[in-house]
C-alpha cells in the first residue's frame, strides 16, 4: 500500500471516530440536562395538581358548609377536578385505598411497582419508565383529603427527548463524515506536496541507477528529504568515481590485449606463411629456402623476446618485491659489467659515475628497470655515442640518470611512451628486436618501488631518464 | 598479366605476400604507406589490393576510404579479429577481409575468388593437349571429348589455378565439397584417381607424402 493511501485511510477514520466520541459526550450531557428539567417540571406540576385537589376539597367542603365530607362527595370533587382542569395533562391516575379511582390518558400504563414504593414513603417518588415504545416521567405521592388516603400518580411523556437526542446524534454522524472527507482530502493533498520531492528524488535514482551516473539531485524540500538528496548525491558521487576507475582499468586491460594480439598475431603471419611456401612450393632455390628459413628464426625470435618480456611484466605486477638495502655503487658497478660487450660491440662508449647510497630495492628487479632504460639509450645511439649513467644524491633521493645522445623523442610519443607495446618507430624497433614492452615494465617496477621516472628528450639531441628513489636513509626516517 | 598491390608494412609479412603472389602467377608493386598506398592505387590499373589496416601514414579503412572501390577491389589483411572491424572494413567497400596469420594458400583462394568476380581470371585453360574451357564446361584431350564428373571436373580445374603448388586433401575438400563438408580425405583420392586415369596424367598429378597432391608443370 502506498504512504499516501495509509495515511488517508487512517486519517479518515481517526477524525470520524473522534468527531463521534466528542458529538457523543456532548449529547448525553445535554440530554441528562433536559431529563433532569423535565424530572423538576414533572415534580411541580404534580405538587400543582395535589395543591388544586386539597383546595378544591376545602372549597367545596366550605361551600357545603359541612364540617365533614363523606368520602363519595370527595371522590366526586376529585374525579370532577381531574377531569375539568387537567384533561390536558398526559396521564393521571389517582387511586384511593381500594384501587383506581379515575386516569386520564392511556390504558396501557399501570405503573403498580410505583404504588408500592409512595405507600412506603412520604415524599414525591419519580421514575423514568417506557410503555409501549415511549418513555414517561413519573411522579407519585400520597396525599390526604378529609382523613381519606389518596395516590396520585402524574406523569409526562418525554419520548421526544430521547428521539430528538437520537436525531441529533444521526446528524453530527453524517456531519462528521463529511467533515472528515473534506479533511482528508486537504490531508491528501498536503501529503501530495511534501511527497513530491521524494518522487522526485526517486526519479533521479532510478535514472542514475540506468547508467547516468554523473546525474546529480537538486537539494530541496523538507529537511528530511534534503538530508536524503545529499546522501544519495555523496553516493552517486562515488558510484561515479568507481565506475570511471573501473572502466579505466577496463580499458587500459584491453588496449593491452589488443595490442598484445596484434604484437603476437604479425611474427606468427611471416612463420606461418613461409613455413607453408617451403611446404607447398615446388622448386625452391637454396637461396631461397635460407632467406625464408632465415625469416622464420627472426620472427621466432621475436616472440621468444616477447613472451620473456611479457612474462617479466606478469611477474614485476604480481609478486611481492623483497626490499633489501642496496648499495648503488655495486648495482651500477654490475651494470657496467653487463653492457661492456654489448656498447663496445656497438662503437658506443659508456660513462659511470656513482656516489656511494644505499636504497631500498629488490636487487634483481631493480637492476632490470635500469637495465631496460639502458636497453633503449644502445638502441637509440649509433656508433660513436655517448652514454652517460650516473647516480647521484639530491635531498632523499637517490637519482638514477641515463643520458644519452640519439636520436631523440618526438613530443607526440612521450606521451605513450610508457604505454605497453608502444613504438615510436616501429620497423627500427623491431629490427632491434625490440618488443615494445621495456617502458611499460620500466613503470611498473618504478610504482612498486615508490620511485619516479622522468624523461627529457630532444629530437636528433638524445634523451635523459631519470629514476627517483627515496634513499634508505629517507625511508627510515619516515617509516619511524 | 594481372597486377596486385601489396600494402603492408611490416618488413617481413610483405616479403611473404610477395612470394604468396608471384606463386600465384600475379604481378606486383608493394608499399609500407597508407599515403603511398593511396597515390599508387590512384596512378596505377591495379587489378587487386592486398591492404593491412594498421598502416603508418594513414589507416588502411581511411585508403579505402579515398579510392574507388568499384575500380580497384580490396582485401583487407588485418590482425584484429573484432567483428566489428570486419563489417567496417566490408561496408567501407573492402572485397573480403583475411584475419592473420593466414595459409598462403588460402590468401591465394580468396584472391581468385575476388577476380573471377570481376571478370578478370581465365576460363580456357591449356595444360599441355588437355584444354579446359570453364564457361563450357568441357574438357578435350587431342581434341577428344573427356566426359568428366562435375566434383572431377571443379577439382582438375582447381589443379590447374595451382600449377605446381602442393595441396593438401583437407583444403582440396573444403575447396571443392565446400567448407562444411565432413567426409573423409579417401573421397579426394578417389576422385584423383579417376581423374589421373581419364586424363592420363599419372606422372604430372602427383602424390606428395603425408601432404597430398600436385600438379606439375609440363613445360
Not at chain 1, 457523543?24 to 414533572?42: D, F, P
Not at chain 1, 463529511?178 to 486537504?186: G, H, M, P
Not at chain 1, 593491452?256 to 604484437?263: C, G, N, P, T, V
Not at chain 1, 635460407?290 to 611477474?315: D, F, H, N, P, Q
Request: proline fraction near 2%; glycine fraction near 6%; charge should be negative.
Amino acid at each position: 500500500m502506498k504512504l499516501w493511501f495509509k495515511i488517508f485511510i487512517s486519517t479518515l477514520f481517526l477524525v470520524i471516530a473522534m468527531i463521534n466520541v466528542t458529538v457523543a459526550v456532548i449529547l448525553t450531557n445535554n440530554r441528562s440536562l433536559m431529563i433532569s428539567r423535565e424530572r423538576s417540571r414533572a415534580v411541580s406540576s404534580h405538587e400543582f395538581i395535589c395543591a388544586t385537589l386539597k383546595n378544591n376539597v376545602a372549597y367545596e367542603r366550605l361551600r357545603a358548609d359541612q364540617f365533614v365530607m363523606s368520602k363519595g362527595d370527595i371522590d366526586d370533587i376529585v374525579k370532577n377536578t381531574i377531569l375539568k382542569q387537567f384533561a390536558e395533562d398526559d396521564i393521571t391516575i389517582i387511586y384511593d385505598e381500594k384501587g383506581e379511582l379515575t386516569r386520564i390518558g392511556s390504558d396501557s400504563v399501570n405503573p403498580s411497582e410505583l404504588l408500592d414504593k409512595i405507600k412506603s414513603k412520604n415524599d414525591i417518588y419519580s421514575l423514568i419508565n417506557d410503555f409501549n415504545g415511549k418513555s414517561y416521567i413519573f411522579a407519585a405521592s400520597e396525599i390526604i383529603l378529609e382523613e381519606n388516603e389518596y395516590y396520585v400518580i402524574t406523569s409526562q411523556d418525554i419520548t421526544e427527548i430521547y428521539t430528538e437526542g437520537a436525531r441529533q446524534l444521526r446528524f453530527a454522524q453524517m456531519i462528521s463524515v463529511f467533515l472528515a472527507c473534506i479533511t482528508a482530502v486537504i490531508l491528501l493533498i498536503m501529503i501530495k506536496l511534501f511527497l513530491r520531492p521524494l518522487n522526485e528524488i526517486n526519479k533521479s535514482i532510478n535514472e542514475i541507477s540506468n547508467g547516468n551516473y554523473s546525474k546529480r539531485l537538486k537539494i530541496r524540500g523538507s529537511e528530511e528529504l534534503r538530508g536524503l538528496s545529499e546522501n544519495i548525491n555523496i553516493m552517486a558521487g562515488s558510484i561515479e568515481e568507481n565506475y570511471k576507475k573501473i572502466k579505466g582499468v577496463a580499458d587500459e586491460r584491453k588496449r593491452f590485449i589488443d595490442s598484445l594480439a596484434h604484437e603476437i598475431k604479425t611474427p606468427l603471419t611471416s612463420i606461418l606463411g613461409f613455413a607453408d611456401i617451403l611446404r607447398i612450393k615446388k622448386n625452391i632455390s637454396p637461396e631461397e629456402i635460407s632467406e625464408y628459413s632465415g625469416i622464420i628464426v627472426e620472427e621466432a625470435k621475436r616472440l621468444r623476446t616477447l613472451s620473456g618480456k611479457l612474462m617479466e611484466l606478469i611477474s614485476s605486477g604480481n609478486g611481492s618485491l623483497e626490499l633489501r638495502p642496496v648499495n648503488t655503487e655495486n648495482l651500477l658497478g654490475d651494470l657496467k659489467i653487463a653492457f661492456m660487450p654489448i656498447v663496445q660491440a656497438k662503437g658506443i662508449e659508456l660513462m659511470v659515475e656513482c656516489e656511494s647510497l644505499i636504497i631500498n630495492a629488490d636487487e634483481d628487479i631493480f637492476k632490470s628497470l635500469i637495465c631496460n632504460i639502458l636497453d633503449n639509450a644502445v638502441k637509440a645511439s649509433g656508433e660513436g655515442g655517448k652514454i652517460y649513467l650516473s647516480c647521484k644524491r639530491d635531498g632523499d633521493y637517490a637519482v638514477f640518470s641515463v643520458k644519452d645522445s640519439g636520436i631523440g623523442i618526438s613530443e607526440e610519443d612521450r606521451k605513450h611512451i610508457f604505454e605497453a607495446f608502444y613504438m615510436a618507430d616501429k620497423s627500427r624497433s623491431r629490427k632491434q628486436g625490440g618488443a615494445g614492452l621495456g617502458l611499460a615494465l620500466c613503470a611498473e617496477i618504478a610504482k612498486k618501488h615508490n620511485a619516479r621516472i622522468t624523461l627529457e628528450s630532444t629530437l636528433g639531441k638524445g634523451t635523459e631518464v631519470q629514476v627517483l628513489i627515496k634513499t634508505a636513509e629517507a625511508g627510515n626516517n619516515e617509516a619511524e | 598479366m594481372i597486377k596486385l598491390l601489396i600494402a603492408e608494412d611490416d618488413e617481413n609479412i610483405r616479403r611473404m605476400l610477395e612470394v604468396t603472389v608471384s606463386i600465384g602467377g600475379y604481378e606486383f608493386d608493394t608499399c609500407g604507406d597508407g599515403l603511398e598506398a593511396t597515390e599508387k592505387i590512384k596512378h596505377n590499373n591495379y587489378d587487386l589490393v592486398l591492404l593491412d589496416i594498421m598502416l603508418p601514414g594513414c589507416s588502411g579503412f581511411e585508403v579505402v576510404k579515398k579510392i574507388n572501390t568499384e575500380k580497384t577491389p580490396v582485401i583487407f589483411l588485418t590482425a584484429l579479429q573484432d567483428v566489428t572491424d570486419k563489417v567496417r572494413g566490408l561496408k567501407l567497400g573492402a572485397e573480403d577481409y583475411i584475419v592473420k596469420p593466414f595459409e598462403p594458400v588460402e590468401l591465394l583462394a580468396r584472391i581468385e575468388v575476388i577476380l573471377r568476380r570481376r571478370n578478370k581470371h581465365k576460363t580456357v585453360f591449356i595444360y599441355g593437349d588437355i584444354t579446359v574451357d570453364v564457361a563450357k564446361h568441357t574438357v578435350k584431350k587431342n581434341d577428344r571429348d573427356i566426359t568428366l564428373t562435375p566434383k572431377e571436373f571443379e577439382l582438375f580445374v582447381y589443379f590447374l589455378k595451382n600449377i605446381d603448388i602442393a595441396l593438401t586433401r583437407e583444403r582440396l575438400l573444403s575447396v571443392v565439397w565446400g567448407y562444411d563438408f565432413t567426409g573423409e580425405t579417401r573421397t579426394v583420392d578417389a576422385h584423383v584417381q579417376q581423374i589421373r586415369k581419364k586424363l592420363e596424367i599419372q606422372n604430372s598429378l602427383i602424390t606428395v607424402p603425408k601432404l597430398g597432391y600436385r600438379l606439375e608443370n609440363k613445360e
